[in-house]
């Protein structure tokens, strides 16, 4: 599976708005699913593809793909393997392709600390010992 984080587009062959009956067809039955039932604006279907790494989230009555979160080290930004990258690496990296914008958060509770890209809708999850555990791309 191609893991290549496109910006604001998707991930690899999985692109933004994509009905999720499409992303079936490419990676097969979710390992698990999980539905939140909004009435304003549609449920939200978690797709958990969990030997892959990833969860997609498909919103509205079409249930189109909006948001990803993926933890697979393979993952690759810009070319470079993301999960090798030290969190001054990827903001480096991030601001070097125009992503000036961030917002840097602890979470004391949760152990973890969020580096935020608004610009480009990517938040990255880095341990307490500065590792990326996870990042997450919206549209």
């Known amino acids: 599976m191609n893991l290549e984080i496109n910006i604001k587009q998707g991930l690899?062959?999985?692109?933004?708005?994509?009905?999720m009956n499409q992303i079936i067809a490419i990676l097969g039955?979710?390992?698990e699913t999980e539905t939140i039932e909004n009435a304003v604006e549609g449920?939200?279907?978690?797709l958990y593809y969990n030997d892959k790494g990833i969860a997609l989230f498909c919103e509205g009555d079409e249930q189109l793909l909006v948001c990803v979160n993926c933890s697979n080290h393979e993952t690759t930004l810009f070319g470079k393997q993301l999960f090798e990258l030290s969190e001054r690496q990827i903001v480096d990296m991030m601001v070097g392709h125009g992503y000036y914008e961030q917002d840097v958060a602890d979470a004391d509770d949760l152990d973890e600390r969020r580096?935020?890209?608004?610009?480009?809708?990517?938040?990255?999850?880095?341990?307490?010992?500065g590792r990326l555990e996870s990042?997450?791309?919206g549209k």
């Open 12 to 19: 690899g062959d999985l692109h933004f708005d994509m009905p």
């Open 29 to 31: 039955a979710a390992s």
């Open 43 to 46: 449920d939200t279907t978690i």
């Open 115 to 129: 580096v935020s890209f608004g610009e480009g809708n990517v938040d990255f999850f880095f341990d307490t010992e």
């Open 135 to 137: 990042v997450i791309i």
